[in-house]
């Protein structure tokens, strides 16, 4: 038997997967889930003491264990020899200049970024090898396998979506080569059609822009730009500005020269609003995210030209541009779009997994998707058991009995932590690790800020809504069953449901099917039932800044800090 270990090893965003000898996805997680620690940059996601009980559940003794990962041969080879070359040193840093180059990133930052990512690959499978000598006393390890990084994010996108055929379009920050590449499925074989080239990136683009606006891209903050867009004018001399860093040229797109990048920065800067540090700049966030889509145009434009199909895949960091990805449908010859739950670096963890399991096993077919996300850690029940002692407020109810009485909860205006079986694989909430509330109330979306999430009032609370009555409340309704995309609501039904109407009308919806997650589902129909409305607010549990919860602690931690007025934990209730 012969299973498969996948880890990202990029700077950002670690993350590690177990794929069975069937090719079936047993586990998945992003590594800032375990550390609680946001993206955790430059970290491991195969610690030797996390290994230990993950492969003694997932991986029987004596199996055969291969490990891949998501950076090519090539691309690490010269890595080493930029790092014997003493290019990757502090001291070779020092001599960097702290400017913007044409990249849209320092170059003393984007070395850095290279060197971290060289210390990652020389790290890669320790913690593996490690953790299969604490479960096993031994290591049966076959060896490890790198895999190029956008053709770890097409195979994870194509591999996961329902389609045999489709186009696929990775765009991101950085991959060996360039920043973004066009792959063709055919009959479920991935082939590379084109590998864009040069230090250019929309990732970085959009990370530039996030930092102008007066929020922080390493800290992940990006999101922060979609959702003040649209409380945002589009500014000519703005647009100007922005359309200064880049060019395109037929389906080419290119980037200004770092003198350029630098003065369209400083003077971007010299009309930032004083007050942009405390509450972002939308203005530049809505011409930001519309020359985002300028550019991404191109790329799809590009995309369609080389690979006609009516399916499209879209993978990398910008495919969680869920305003844009809302806008591809019926455009470029594209009837239908798919983004997989995690199509960031988190998800080459899969990604390179499957390729190493498709070589071994030339005849493999991954299975149709959508995949399920839910493919992470379970949250233990057991503290709930020990507080049962002191805790008159918590009780454990029938199966039956948790999806009725959290929904009469809702309807009581009660904000509730929300958490069931495996966690999502992916930044999003969905249903298994949530802090839901009622949508109706115009306040909703104030009352949870103030009291649990402490973050922008501008930023959105996205629902969840039953797909059986979707078409009902959105214009040109599509499936997304991962919040992948936002779509428009109609304009009879936006006052039921204010605390998920967003500036712009729109919502990042979730599509909830029973057969999906049955008890997420169950929950929302109850809900429907007493109001009427087949949608509820969702959001992920956690507090700004920090990741989804892993744990019961961490919930139980959450619910008596913050103003949480109940916490579900699998059929276990517990109210202030």
Known sequence: MRYTIGLATT?????????????????????????????????????????????????????????????????TGFLDQMARAGSLSLEALLKLSPELNRSLVPERTERALIASLHHAQQRAGMGVLLGLDRAYGKANVTGLKRYGHHL????????????????????????????SAIFALENGKLREVKRHRGRESIGFYFGLVTDLAGFDQAKGEEWK????????KTDPELMALLRRLYAIEGHKLSFAKADIVQAVAAEILARRPADAL???????????????A???????????????????????????????????????????????????????????????????????????????????????????????????????????????VTA????????????????????????????????????????????VKYREAFRPFAPSILAEHAADWFENYQDAPYMERTLTWKE?????????????????????????????????????ELTGVPVILNTSFNIMGKPILHTAEDAILMFYTSGLDALVIDDWLLVK
């Open 11 to 75: 700077f950002h965003d670690p993350a590690l997967a177990i794929i069975g000898p069937d090719g079936e996805v047993l586990f998945a997680e992003a590594t800032e889930r375990y550390l609680q620690y946001k993206r955790a940059p430059n970290c491991e996601p195969d610690s030797a003491p996390r290994m230990e009980g993950l492969l003694k559940r997932y991986i029987p003794d004596g199996a055969e264990v291969a490990i891949a990962t998501s950076w090519g041969e090539d691309f």
């Open 225 to 232: 730009i979609m959702g003040l867009a649209p409380y945002g």
């Open 152 to 179: 770890s994010h097409a195979a994870y996108a194509c591999w996961s979506s329902p389609f045999d055929n489709a186009a696929c379009l990775v765009v991101d920050g950085m991959g060996e080569t360039g920043a």
């Open 294 to 404: 300028e550019m991404m145009e191109a790329l799809l434009a590009e995309t369609a030209a080389l690979v006609p199909s009516e399916n499209l895949v879209m993978a990398g960091g910008c495919a969680l541009n869920s305003s844009f990805n809302g806008k591809i449908v019926g455009r470029h010859g594209f009837r239908t779009v798919f983004v997989p739950s995690a199509p960031a670096d988190d998800g080459n963890a899969i990604g390179a997994a499957w390729l190493s399991h498709a070589e071994a096993n030339p005849d493999w077919r991954a299975p149709k998707g959508p995949l399920s996300p839910y493919l992470g850690s379970t949250v233990s029940t057991e503290p709930f058991k020990r507080m049962q002692a002191w805790e008159p407020r918590l009780r454990k109810l029938s199966a039956d009995e948790i999806a009725p």
């Open 408 to 451: 009469k909860l809702l309807t009581e205006g009660k904000l509730i932590g929300w958490v069931q079986g495996r966690a999502e694989f992916g930044p999003r909430a969905l249903g298994n690790r949530s802090i839901i509330a009622d949508p109706r109330p115009a306040d909703a979306k104030d009352i949870l800020n103030a009291k």
């Open 278 to 292: 405390d509450k972002g700049w939308a203005d530049l966030a809505r011409c930001g995210q519309d020359v985002f």
């Open 492 to 528: 009879t039904v936006r006052d039921r449901v204010p605390a998920v109407v967003h500036e712009d009308a729109t919502g990042r919806l979730q599509s909830v099917k029973a057969e999906r997650n049955p008890r997420y589902h169950a929950l929302i129909s109850a809900f429907h």
